[in-house]
């Protein structure tokens, strides 16, 4: 079955350290990848999206980044967190679904609470 | 561009009350419409589609019918749970089009 991991579930950082989330997806191949930010009291905000190894798409100039270093892991990344970092952080992804042409279903990971302070 | 407007809430009712919250979107194609719903502390869920004009929707109670005239996609539940109280995201996605577009969430809290 198709699954996603997305870890750590919880993550408190200080002001200018570094970070790293991990999502990993299994049971599909050549998935496209997000990643969704979720601000306190706010909707979903798309920060990247990678349609295949090393292909990285930003939706939002931060100091954040990606990367994708292989086909089914999709890497959250900052050399020095923000306050305004703090956000609750969801792993996507999505393949076209079988028989539904165009349509991309979409599978979110149970995501990651990062508090920066 | 493409948006998705819903209402923000946060919705309280008591529990068997009739549900609606609604969504209305603006795009540039023809789009899918979904609901999702996260529930505190986890991740979204996909709670049901609809892909095309005229089609309904519809999951664990739920229904939204694609109304491409009013450009709308409601949510309706005819007797809600506590066990629904959760966050409601309305989104779309454009045919072959690879992101999603979501609106800002509703919090609905279903009183016992």
């Known amino acids: 079955s198709q699954t996603i991991h997305q870890w750590p579930a919880t993550l408190v950082q200080p002001v200018g350290s570094p970070l790293s989330l991990e999502c990993t997806v299994e049971?599909?191949?050549?998935?496209?990848l997000y990643w969704y930010r979720q601000a306190a009291g706010r909707g979903l905000q798309l920060l990247f999206y990678s349609v295949g190894i090393g292909q990285i798409s930003s939706e939002v100039p931060q100091n954040l980044s990606a990367s994708r270093p292989q086909d089914r892991q999709f890497i959250l990344s900052s050399k020095k967190l923000l306050l305004s970092d703090s956000g609750f952080y969801l792993c996507?992804?999505?393949?076209?679904?079988?028989?539904?042409?165009?349509?991309?279903?979409?599978?979110f990971g149970s995501g990651t609470r990062l508090t920066v302070v | 561009g493409d948006s998705v407007t819903q209402m923000e809430g946060p919705v309280t009712l008591s529990e068997e009350a009739f549900l609606t919250i609604n969504c209305t979107y603006t795009?540039?194609?023809?789009?899918?419409l979904f609901w999702y719903v996260q529930y505190p502390g986890e991740g979204l869920q996909l709670l049901l589609k609809a892909t095309k004009a005229d089609d309904k929707g519809s999951n664990k109670g739920f229904e939204a019918t694609y109304r491409k005239e009013t450009t709308s996609f409601h949510l309706e539940k005819g007797s809600v749970q506590v066990s629904d109280s959760a966050v409601y995201f309305c989104a779309l996605t454009l045919l072959y089009g690879q992101n999603f577009v979501f609106g800002p969430g509703t919090r609905l809290s279903v009183l016992p």
């Open positions: 049971g599909t191949s050549n998935p496209n």
């Open positions: 795009a540039t194609g023809y789009p899918s």
């Open positions: 996507a992804w999505s393949v076209k679904v079988q028989g539904e042409d165009g349509h991309y279903g979409y599978t």
